[in-house]
């Protein structure tokens, strides 16, 4: 294979499991080899602020922390064909002008390869003796984003070329982009320095702002277009650009009407001959122009740009250390090891704002996805997640509710969406107690934090957490269960919406106070963020505070086994009028997986053999080839009184699609039973590694978890959509992580709790820990799978199987043998028996004045103790 880069060794490709691409693993890149996919195959580029979408023809655009109001370059979404405007560069070679990604002109190719990687993607073209490579990618702490260009001569004859690059702005706020024109027709503005070279889009950066994107070129330029229509042609698409085809460029400037940036670059190859540049997209937040310049000239070196990209590969080999597996499944070692975790970032950085299926425009980050998302992503930068943490905290109201997404550049909650999603508050719990777990950072629950509607009102964070139970238990139905609310994680069970007015979003519509709709998802939910800080509060030294919060518990768990099981699994909800949801009296969705999974990660039915029974329902009612359905029988046609759910035609979306993010949910439920054969089966299942090789039905990348499977029901199951922005990568990684691998981060150490099927002889784990590197090797030689009968810790016998906290950073040398009745993890503790004398009641609702410190006594309101 002609590469490039001769210091990228050619791997040994493993044979093409599918038709369009393979795992390269030793690289950390998925290759495609062809460029038809049957979707486009996005990467994210970027990790901190600027970020760029890139599908594997060099499709996408780039924005600066907020997709919608600092939008960089222009995307057309839903176009025709799909995924058509991007980072373009044309090559003209004699007449023949070609994109080394294919797109736009389609021009066929000699050859075609796409590497994505770690936070860049590498799309090299060739035809007729010319190989040109692209690198796209966002150096670590930077604002700028680097188009590496290769250009090489592997011809017999000299070679004369015009190159020419294509960037199209965004007059930054994307919705307005897209919805104004008589406005934004009028305001495009560009300055152009160094002969075209440097071309700054500077619309806007008069009047309320600083700012500036500056589109450059490291290398002189033959000419330079800013006015789409000079470039492309009026009545052209990016295909047949005008100038690209004549060849030359028409040093256009925009006034109004849509800027872009374009470049011509000339190049003179003799055979053999290579030569290596630039094209830089950067934003200046503020100093404008002069400081623009300063970036070009930083990257005007190919050695600084080569820099640069080392030293994202050097970022990246830092993070993925921190957890790494050998074991018998190389999809669960390629997915663990670095896709998982890369999808781990992305989430956490984009909530579900901006993929090929979200615009960017609508959703801002969501209270409960970020809150989950952190799961799956503390280990790599536990400081970000801390700041998350309190910028959730932040959009809590005082009586506990939550706005449901904020927009991250203001950090304002949503107001159209509002609050009353009943589930967003136990999240916050959840996602604080893995934080604390993670760093044994008890700080952050001292942290003044204010409500959204009264910010002045000091809090700390664990009064928050406080609140987010209160809330829940002061918002009960008749069963004794939370109220639903607009909906709870099924964000289209909305059972007080009864909606006959199609202009209306089931989500807010609906009159939610006064309601009983309950749901047995929060119960379990509430279930398990009540045992969650119960540990925090026994971690603490805070008794009383731990024996209250799981008298709440305890409480709860009585209603729960009392009026939510329905004989072989968990009812899912009561309706507004109290009727069953997810019941087998019902005609149809008699079966859900959510309440199931939650009630058993809640440790309901634990002692009575319902947890068994329930999951044992999953199987047979709910599980597939493709993974396991939400609800079965899928609703055949609207129910007003359940709402959007049944407005999607069966086996799509939350209609019993397999809706993957609850998956990992039933994974872990099965380790909590010891049954490692189920959890890897339903580990396996979504697996997108897995999916390889039915990839023509499955359709979206097999690098990356996708939202939602089409199930049994469906005209087309088996078909994903939805891939990279999911819940799915954080749970799938706890999931693989700590209930399969059972490397379970807690307050005072690493808890080692494996739960593998029978056959697995053995794994290694390295994991750091609070700065120390444990290398876990684990044998299993009786066949068992889980339970640890000795564990050594550098040849120590440790007695249970908590890893004790080491002082000093060398590597750790850890010995398990698994093979006996498991000892108690924290996740199979379960909170002793209610005293009903004693009042079973968390938190207040009070909302005047700083809650009462740790020595107050707890009343039968429950105050909340502060830690500051
Ligand atoms: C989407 C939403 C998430 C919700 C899920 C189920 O993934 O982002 O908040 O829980 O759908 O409706
Ligand atoms: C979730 C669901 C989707 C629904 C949306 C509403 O993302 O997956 O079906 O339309 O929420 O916000």
Redesign the pocket.
């Known amino acids: 294979m002609a590469r490039i880069h001769p210091d990228v060794p050619t791997p040994k490709l493993e044979a093409m499991a599918g038709r369009f691409g393979v795992f390269d693993d030793a690289a950390r890149e998925y290759v495609i080899e062809r460029p038809d996919t049957p979707l486009p195959w996005l990467n994210y580029l970027g990790q901190d602020e600027l970020f760029g979408l890139c599908t594997n023809t060099g499709g996408g655009y780039t924005f600066w922390r907020d997709a919608r109001l600092r939008r960089l370059t222009r995307y057309r979404y839903n176009d025709v064909p799909l995924d058509s405007v991007g980072r373009y560069v044309y090559v003209n070679d004699g007449g023949t002008v070609w994109n080394p990604g294919w797109k736009p002109t389609k021009t066929p190719l000699d050859r075609y390869e796409c590497r994505h990687g770690l936070g860049y993607t590498r799309i090299l073209g060739a035809k007729d003796g010319i190989e040109a490579e692209l690198c796209f990618f966002v150096p670590p702490g930077e604002n700028v984003e680097i188009w590496r260009t290769t250009v090489r001569n592997s011809g017999a004859e000299a070679k004369d070329l015009s190159l020419f690059s294509y960037a199209e702005f965004c007059l930054y706020e994307a919705l307005n982009d897209m919805t104004n024109y008589q406005r934004t027709y009028s305001i495009g503005e560009v300055e152009v320095e160094r002969a075209g070279a440097a071309i700054f889009h500077t619309t806007e950066h008069r009047e309320r702002r600083e700012h500036v994107t500056l589109f450059g070129c490291t290398r002189e330029v033959a000419g330079y277009d800013t006015s789409r229509d000079t470039f492309v042609g009026i009545d052209n698409g990016l295909h047949e650009a005008a100038v690209p085809l004549a060849g030359h460029a028409g040093c256009s400037i925009a006034h109004g009407w849509n800027p872009i940036g374009a470049h011509q670059v000339d190049l003179h190859l003799e055979p053999g001959a290579e030569e290596t540049f630039a094209f830089v997209l950067a934003y200046v937040d503020e100093g404008g122009t002069p400081v623009g310049l300063e970036l070009l000239d930083r990257y005007s070196e190919p050695a600084s740009v080569d820099e640069a990209f080392a030293r994202l590969g050097g970022f990246w080999d830092d993070l993925l250390s921190r957890f790494q597996v050998e074991c018998p499944d190389r999809h669960v070692e390629r997915m663990l090891d670095t896709w998982n975790q890369y999808q781990c970032l992305v989430t956490f950085n984009l909530s579900?704002s901006a993929s090929l299926f979200e615009t960017g425009i609508g959703r801002g980050m969501g209270f409960r996805d970020s809150n989950q998302d952190i799961l799956g992503f503390v280990h790599l930068i536990p400081d970000q997640a801390r700041q998350r943490i309190l910028d959730l905290a932040a959009t809590q109201l005082a009586d506990g509710t939550c706005f449901h997404q904020y927009q991250p550049l203001t950090r304002e909650g949503n107001t159209d969406i509002g609050g009353g999603f009943n589930d967003d508050p136990l999240w916050l719990v959840v996602s604080t107690c893995a934080y604390v777990k993670e760093t044994g950072d008890t700080s952050i629950l001292g942290e003044a934090v204010g409500y959204a509607d009264a910010p002045d009102r000091e809090a700390d964070l664990l009064h928050h957490l406080e609140r987010s139970l209160s809330y829940t238990q002061a918002r009960r139905g008749p069963h004794g269960l939370p109220l639903i609310g607009h909906a709870d994680w099924n964000?289209?069970l909305n059972l007080n919406c009864f909606s006959t007015e199609p202009n209306e979003s089931?989500?807010t519509a609906g009159d939610v106070e006064g309601s009983v709709a309950e749901s047995v998802m929060i119960a379990g939910l509430f279930l398990y963020a009540a045992r969650e800080l119960a540990g925090l509060y026994r971690h603490l030294g805070r008794t009383d505070d731990a024996e209250r919060v799981e008298r709440a518990r305890e409480e709860m768990l009585e209603a729960v086994e009392a009026e939510a099981w329905d004989g072989d699994w968990y009812l899912r909800a009561f309706d507004a009028e109290g009727r069953p949801v997810g019941s087998h009296a019902c005609d149809e969705g008699q079966i859900f997986v959510e309440s199931q999974a939650w009630c058993v990660l809640g440790g309901a039915g634990a002692d009575n053999g319902r947890a068994r029974r329930a999951l044992g329902s999953v199987s047979r009612r709910l599980a597939t080839p493709d993974g396991i359905a939400l609800v079965q029988p899928t609703y055949s046609r609207y129910r007003v009184e359940l709402g959007?759910i049944s407005s999607?035609p069966p086996g799509y979306?939350?209609n019993g699609s397999v809706f993957c993010h609850t998956n990992p949910w039933i994974t872990l439920a099965w380790c909590l039973l010891d049954d490692g054969a189920n959890a890897l089966d339903t580990y396996l299942a979504i697996c997108p590694s897995a999916r390889e090789e039915r990839i023509e039905t499955y359709r979206c990348e097999p690098y990356v978890y996708a939202?939602t499977i089409a199930g049994p029901d469906a005209a087309t199951p088996g078909e994903a959509k939805n891939s990279w922005l999911t819940g799915t990568a954080a749970w799938a990684f706890v999931s693989g992580a700590q209930g399969l691998l059972g490397i379970v981060p807690d307050y005072d150490g690493l808890r080692i709790d494996p739960c593998i099927p029978g056959p697995w002889e053995s794994f290694h784990v390295t994991r750091r820990f609070r700065g120390t590197v444990y290398e876990i090797e684990v044998r299993n030689p009786d066949g068992v799978g889980h339970g640890v009968s000795s564990l050594a810790v550098d040849g120590r016998t440790v007695e249970g199987n908590l890893l004790p906290l080491e002082a000093d950073a060398g590597p750790v040398a850890v010995g398990v043998v698994l093979g006996s009745p498991r000892s108690a993890a924290p996740i199979r503790r379960v909170a002793g028996r209610r005293d009903p004398t004693r009042p079973a009641t968390v938190g207040s609702d009070d909302v005047e004045g700083r809650p009462r410190s740790a020595g107050a006594a707890v009343g039968a309101v429950g105050e909340p103790p502060s830690v500051g």
């Open positions: 579900r964000d289209c089931f989500q959007e999607y979306k939350e939202q």
